[in-house]
């Protein structure tokens, strides 16, 4: 089995559109293999910025036009990637769409970008909505990326992103489990920013800062820490519970203390469940300083990939969800998302 896939994906942080076209087979002993051929970040203009942004407080008129405008968005950057790199071979197009709606206790999720937009534009075979099965079924329709983690990177103990939140997937009791292992460049982002700059580079600024030892202790005492997963973490959480500890605290005290505070807890994970080897991704990785802080305290080995990988795996693993819904195969874990049993998840649009 070989097939040749486009994953498209937008997420929080809205730098862009994210696409990765990869090929995957399926050797004789059922391991997947991948590869990344090419991968691009298409970063959105200011007013899809503040339209993505926004979304939320818009009508249903307003989200259901916006979900057919950013479907043919899009369809237009597909077309745009296919021309620049004179791609030919293209099964299908997988896309993960844009979240304005996360409800799974109501049960729904709204990720906009019409799927037959996409198809109208490409005349390619589209599968989208991969969320809303899982929380029709219970579960919190997310996290998805552990089907990946699974079956393409099944080297390592476990595979880690350092994003927004840092969030973890790996075996126990021969069950994949994944949570949110606490906050990072959603809090990271925001005091560099009162520094003149959108991200702490290499955690310069934290490096140069000094902790202060009360705050530390006040971060890690925090009680989502010590709840069991499954669990998960999001902006609301940050703002009712991060934010109010750093009041009048200087930007660059703020950026010393909660990157210390992050390594303790990822670190804290990592010597819990006896981590042997551990797979990082996402644009944490590049913050050198977090890392070092990271590796003082354990004894597991951190793995950093190439630069693909740390910034396209999300990608890649929504390409490859597409590839086990044309093949039928489950895409989604229950043990993961909480849903009541594993299956397959996406809209194909064909014809």
């Known amino acids: 089995m070989n097939f040749h896939a486009l994953g498209l994906m937008s997420g929080t942080s809205l730098d862009g559109l994210d696409v990765c076209y990869a090929s995957f087979q399926k050797d004789e002993l059922g391991k997947w293999n991948f590869q990344i051929l090419r991968a691009v970040t298409f970063p959105y203009s200011e007013t899809w910025e503040k339209r993505l942004r926004n979304a939320i407080h818009l009508s249903a008129e307003e989200i259901f036009s916006l979900n057919s405008e950013y479907g043919f968005y899009l369809g237009e950057k597909v077309n745009e990637f296919i021309t620049q790199y004179a791609i030919k071979n293209i099964d299908f197009i997988a896309s993960h769409g844009h979240t304005v709606f996360h409800q799974p206790e109501k049960k ?18 589209v599968i989208y909505d991969f969320r809303s099965q899982d929380v029709l079924m219970g579960g919190n329709g997310a996290p998805l990326v552990p089907i990946g983690d699974e ?25 994949r489990i994944a949570f949110d292992i606490c906050p990072v460049n959603i809090v990271l982002n925001h005091f560099s920013k009162k520094l003149g700059k959108d ?3 290499n955690g310069d600024y934290a490096r140069n800062g000094k902790i202060n030892p009360e705050l530390l202790q006040s971060l890690n005492s925090i009680k989502y820490y010590q709840q069991s997963p499954p669990k998960s973490l999001g902006m609301e959480w940050v703002s009712q519970y991060i934010l109010p500890e750093f009041k009048d605290e200087d930007p660059s005290v703020v950026l010393a203390t909660f990157t210390e505070h992050a390594a303790i807890q990822i670190a804290e994970i990592f010597n819990r469940f006896q981590l042997d080897k551990v797979l990082f991704t996402g644009g944490g990785t590049y913050n050198s300083f977090l890392i070092e802080r990271i590796l003082s305290k354990t004894n597991t080995k951190i793995c950093i990939p190439d630069k693909e990988i740390i910034d396209f795996k999300e990608a890649l693993i929504f390409a490859f969800m597409g590839v ?24 194909l649009v064909n014809h």
């Open 199 to 201: 991200y702490d580079e």
């Open 108 to 125: 729904f999720t709204v990720q906009i970008g019409d799927g037959r937009a996409i198809k109208f534009l490409t005349n390619i075979p």
């Open 151 to 175: 079956l393409l990177f099944p080297e390592y103990s476990a595979c880690l992103n350092l994003g927004g939140f840092s969030n973890i997937s790996f075996k126990e009791n021969g069950k």
């Open 324 to 347: 086990l819904r044309i093949t039928n195969e489950d895409n989604i874990l229950s043990s993961a998302t909480g849903s009541s049993r594993n299956h397959c998840s996406g809209l």
